[in-house]
């Protein structure tokens, strides 16, 4: 497998978790989203991503030859399909909805709107402040995750992750999401459940070896 | 099944049309996102939904009693797995990860940008006046269903409808926001794809029933 991915972009960084959690070996091609012009949006990037995000991921190993996979969540399911063990999904279909539901507030509702180009598009056509930006940073960060506290809070399902005691596709979205957070200096003292599933995931291996600041392409 | 829904909300529109599509019968009871200072926000609606956003499906036949789902994508996939026929999903990993591509392309890159909460924002916070509102919504619109017109159209796996000939959740979420880019006036000339498959699928019962207009809730 190849993963092309940035050291702190957080959609990549869900997918690196899952890959390690599932103890599949991955090459990192490092795409860097600032650098000439932000190579996501290059063209021969983007002949595999027209989308120009990152990841991409692609397994050399199918029946039909090279595969070009594209969307975290969605690249999640299918390394969940083709390798099921340690699994990453519950047993029940109500079980698994409930784990891509949490997964599914924070790629939809939460990552999208600190996205990096969302950012660039409020300072250079919206001509947004430095302080107003990080305002916009923050109210979506902080409200989606005080929503997602209430939801974890309040279900029996939650242990020691959002569901049970090991980890889920759930967990590979929460960790990303909360290393942002902290890095923009989000409010994160009401989250006491959040703030303990993203410490005990902290202690796990395929985490640690996922972050940011352990990424090939990482920088100070 | 009772299907918490707005009529012109997108994600709403997304789980109708899967529930149509499987024959599934359920009744909408409306949250109107507009009115009594939106009721998506009710104390009432949030010990359903902590998000406070709409869709939110109660299913009462479950082996435990109800069960409240919430996130338009992990509803479709637990339809998806409670009641497989017709599949909207197909049979391999591969294309599996192609057609939830596509979804998750307009759930996570191009809706949440243009959602009501966002479009609020930028008025009411940022001051950003009419013109320039639509402008955002237009960009992320139409640079995301470009990109998604890319993706398919050199897809061989394309067909009458987003993959193959019968309909999957891809189309289950490209309609809606075709609706949504008609309806604020996005330039789609440029994507004849996108709008041959959009075509197609109002053909279908299913998708003319889940429309805006034919809900109980509508407004002219």
Sequence with gaps: MKLYSYFRSSASYRVRIALNLKGMSYDIVPVHLLKHGGEQLSQMYRTLNSDGLVPTLIDNETADGQAVLTQSLAILEYLEE???????????????????????????????????????????????DESAKNAWYRH?????????????????????????????????????????????????????TLMRIYQNCQELDAFIQAAPQNQPDAEA
Tied chains: 1, 2.
């Design 82 to 128: 083709v390798n099921p063990t340690p699994a990453l999904l519950p047993a029940t279909a109500l079980d698994r909805a409930f784990v891509r539901g949490i997964a599914l507030s924070i790629a939809c509702d939460i990552h999208p709107l600190n996205n990096l180009r969302v950012l660039r598009y409020l300072v250079h056509e919206l001509k947004v």
């Design 140 to 192: 979506w960060c902080e409200s989606g995750l005080a929503a997602l506290e209430i939801t974890l809070a309040r279900d029996s399902r939650t242990g020691k992750f959002c569901f049970g005691d090991t980890p889920t596709l759930a967990d590979c979205c929460l960790v990303p999401q909360i290393f942002n957070a902290q890095r923009l200096k989000c409010n994160l003292t009401e989250m006491p």
